[in-house]
């Protein structure tokens, strides 16, 4: 079992920039790939930003993408999220994930944290 633990969110004006971060505990964290989704009020669970093993193969949502910025940390353990030039349609809860390599499916979530742009 992984236990994954969000910190950073906030309120942020239109345009501004805030970072995520995310440490994950419980197995080795080498072994598995983390990530961002997000789920705004009344609307699905969306796909932000993955980050696979060894930190080399980042991958994006398309409405992120070229705004959103994801980084794993040396200790493999703890991925960031930095997110620029941001929009009132960003305003979501964000939730951190993890999952086995090479397993389709996220199935370690962490609690959630806001995150509110206010225009």
């Known amino acids: 079992q992984v236990q994954m633990v969000e910190s950073g969110g906030g309120l942020v004006q239109v345009g501004g920039s805030l970072s995520l971060s995310c440490a994950a505990s419980?197995?080795?964290?080498?072994?598995?790939?983390m990530g961002w989704f997000r789920q705004a009020p009344g609307k699905e669970r969306e796909f932000v930003a993955g980050?696979?093993?060894?930190?080399?193969?980042?991958r994006y949502g398309d409405s992120v993408k070229g705004r959103f910025t994801i980084s794993r940390a040396s200790a493999k353990n703890t991925i960031h999220l930095r997110m620029s030039s941001l929009k009132p349609e960003d305003t979501a809860v964000y939730y951190c994930?993890?999952?086995?390599?090479?397993?389709?499916?996220?199935?370690?979530w962490g609690q959630g944290t806001q995150v509110t742009v206010s225009s």
């Open positions: 994930v993890g999952k086995p390599a090479g397993n389709a499916e996220w199935i370690w």
């Open positions: 980050i696979y093993t060894g930190g080399g193969d980042a």
């Open positions: 419980g197995r080795t964290a080498m072994y598995y790939a």
